[in-house]
Nanobody, 129 residues
Framework: QVQLVESGGGLVQAGDSLRLSCAASERTFSNYVMGWFRQAPGKEREHVGTINWSGSITHYADSVKGRFTISRDAAKNTVYLQMNSLQPEDTAVYYC??????????????????????WGQGTLVTVSS
């Protein structure tokens, strides 16, 4: 059982930056593809981005491409979501998710919330205008 704990959310103003962290309990963390999702009030959970097991491949939703960056630190069992140029529409609860996988995976699969095996509790990001 992998436990994921997000942190770093808060209230910021439009244009500000914020970095979210997702700490994993699993020592074989490197075997997991990690995803970030978000859910705004009254909306469905949406994919934000994904990073592969080595950190060499990332992909992002069009809505955050060029503003958000995902990275991972294997030594700390932690994945990060650096968010720049935040806008009010980025306001949401942000979740990290983990999928155990060895080898290749379909990029589209990694954008689907039901593909992932484990989820964190979420951290709230509020962006004021």
């Amino acid at each position: 059982q992998v436990q994921l704990v997000e942190s770093g959310g808060g209230l910021v103003q439009a244009g500000d930056s914020l970095r979210l962290s997702c700490a994993a309990s699993e020592r074989t963390f490197s075997n997991y593809v990690m995803g970030w999702f978000r859910q705004a009030p009254g909306k469905e959970r949406e994919h934000v981005g994904t990073i592969n097991w080595s950190g060499s491949i990332t992909h992002y939703a069009d809505s955050v491409k060029g503003r958000f960056t995902i990275s991972r630190d294997a030594a700390k069992n932690t994945v990060y979501l650096q968010m720049n140029s935040l806008q009010p529409e980025d306001t949401a609860v942000y979740y990290c998710a983990a999928k155990y996988i060895v080898g290749v995976y379909a990029r589209h699969s990694a954008t689907q919330s039901n593909w992932y095996d484990y989820w964190g509790q979420g951290t709230l990001v509020t962006v004021s205008s």
